[in-house]
């Protein structure tokens, strides 16, 4: 089903399909070339409605506030957007960079016992090692947006190194 509307969103915005970026739980994402205009965007196609909206509010809060990027990460910009099809067009952007808000909750941080989030920040305290406390930093800077990001990894805030 995501190969198949990631079909039907090129046709309609003159857009050829390329290789693809990656894929993962929520979804995959494929470069696609502009027939007639000047840059290749990615598309993103999501599998579950929760997660497109998620991921289509977090980009549509990040253009509310002007957001190409957030202490030195690269963040992508929403292009377009289809509900039916749950697909979201951005900008592709290189490293460093942040990517990925199917996870993200806006306004609120989600409330979990005290011993879940201890076992996620030892989980990504062990992801991220040195980089972790740079991490922390660009986790309060999306927060000071109204974006709590769960998903970090170093698949989607990666760095230079």
Not at 26 to 38: F, R
Not at 61 to 78: M, T
Not at 105 to 118: G, H, I, K, S
């Amino acid at each position: 089903m995501l190969i198949p509307s990631a079909r039907l969103y090129a046709a309609r915005h003159q857009l050829e399909l390329a290789e693809r970026l990656g894929s993962g739980k929520d979804g995959i994402v494929l470069v696609a070339k502009h027939k007639s205009g000047p840059a290749d965007v990615a598309i993103k196609v999501l599998r579950w409605d929760e997660s497109y909206q998620r991921e289509k509010q977090a980009y549509e809060r990040l253009r509310e506030f002007e957001v190409s990027a957030v202490l030195g990460f690269n963040v992508p910009q929403l292009v377009g957007s289809d509900d039916d099809l749950r697909v979201l067009e951005m900008t592709i952007v290189k490293r460093p960079f942040v990517l990925d808000f199917a996870a993200a909750y806006l306004e609120t941080r989600p409330e979990f016992p005290a011993e879940v989030w201890a076992d996620w920040e030892e989980e990504k305290r062990e992801q991220f090692e040195g980089h972790w406390a740079t991490v922390q930093d660009v986790l309060a800077a999306f927060e000071a947006f109204g974006l709590y990001l769960l998903d970090v990894s170093p698949a989607n805030l990666a760095f230079l190194d």
